[in-house]
């Protein structure tokens, strides 16, 4: 019995360390990017999939920016910690639409960071300038407020 005590102890240690230490990246909450556009993504369902707004600071066309809707998911086999996704933004004030892709990192402080890519793909009247319709890039985003801790 003196020695079962010790074993059960350093078994339950070896149980609950692992998810101490692994810190989530979660969608879910407001986002800012580098470039100073906000987005916020509401809860990520059972399936992975997530609904959100996003307010562009930021745009290739001359017409006066809304909020707009985007749709998304998340990768969700084994429940990484740190999970891909992508989402689609279908602008509310242009014909054009943007895809993004990317990983929910935890950096080395704890902080969340989503690296993402995207493709913005813009309305031409003319099968001719379809060779200029489609810009790509990168955005950093952090959480805008802290909403978790
Ligand atoms: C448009 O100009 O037709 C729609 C707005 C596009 C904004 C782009 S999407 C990629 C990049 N990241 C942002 O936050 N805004 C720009």
Redesign the pocket.
Known sequence: MVQVTPFLLLLSLALVAPGLSAKKCVLTGTWT?D?G?NMTIEAVNGLGNFAGT?H??????T?K?QRSPLQGSQHHVNQKSQPTFGFT?N?S????V?VFTGQCFVDETGREVLKTM?L?R?WVNDLKDDWKAT?V?I?IFHRLRSQRE
């Open positions: 990017n470039l556009s996003y562009t600071a930021v745009t290739a066309t017409n920016i933004v602008w004030f242009s014909d054009s943007t995207w913005l813009s810009r890039g955005n």
